[in-house]
């Protein structure tokens, strides 16, 4: 009965030195690189951090360790994902904005195996939208939409994270989401200019520009009058 006591007894002060302590949001502070400040001891946390809203996750040495997931002071769910030591590390991340009803807008979408984006990443910026194929840890392409996805701006192919195959851009201003094919076009070997850089006017559609490329070296140049249509001379090599 006496080794069940102290057995019991020894359990107990076991868990009770590793279990993490908890904290209240209030309590702490962020730096500029996310790090979790303790406002009493200006230390990084270490410990488990909680809110009026729910559990955020644990800390150590005030960086994210774990799944979490974090609420903006209107409730709404900010972000949640799985974090070691500080960054993202495995499986799905997803942060939202603070809009209504619920705060699922997604600001961005990624997926991770073992620190490495595997998979589509979505994320906006401004009221453009971009999504980027990645496999462990390598770009595959880029695109990049109007906010609500249903016109095609740039796209970008990739080989071995370098730029490879036949890119799409637009032009500005980017108010004008019509562009029906005026684009740039720019191909890339191994992420250099291969073959086709062509330009055409934003407004008219017309071809301006039509070059040529041989492993990043011009071979050919072609200008044309956007109101005549006639080919003019280029003036030499211009820079964009």
């Known amino acids: 009965m006496k080794k069940l006591f102290l057995f019991s007894l020894l359990c107990l002060c076991f868990t009770s030195c590793f279990e993490e302590k908890t904290y209240i949001k209030n309590q702490v502070f962020y730096t500029d690189d996310e790090t979790c400040i303790l406002k009493s001891n200006q230390k990084p946390l270490n410990g488990f951090l909680t809110s009026n809203f729910g559990d955020i996750g644990l800390y150590k040495n005030g960086k994210r360790e774990g799944f979490h997931k974090d609420y903006y002071q209107s409730g709404r769910l900010k972000l949640r994902g799985y974090f070691k030591k500080g960054d993202h590390y495995d499986g799905k991340l997803e942060k939202f904005r603070d809009k209504e009803p ?10 991770k195996i073992k620190g490495k984006l595997h998979g589509i990443k979505r994320y906006h910026f401004n009221d453009i939208r971009y999504e980027e194929s990645y496999t462990k840890g390598v770009i595959q392409w880029r695109i990049r939409t109007t906010n ?12 071995n994270g370098k730029k490879h195959g036949r890119c799409t851009y637009t032009h500005e201003p980017m108010e004008l989401f019509d562009f029906k ?9 191994d992420g250099k200019l291969h073959g086709k850089y062509i330009w055409t006017d934003y407004q008219s ?13 011009i071979i050919s140049q072609k200008c044309y009058d956007i109101k005549t249509k006639k080919e003019i001379g280029c003036g030499g090599r211009i820079e964009w």
């Open 148 to 159: 609500n996805g249903w016109t095609k701006l740039d796209r970008e192919v990739f080989k």
């Open 205 to 217: 559609g017309e071809v301006i520009l039509d070059w040529e490329y041989d492993n990043g070296e």
């Open 181 to 189: 094919g005026k684009r740039e076009i720019h191909d890339y070997k």
């Open 102 to 111: 619920n705060g699922l807008n997604p600001e961005l979408e990624q997926n």
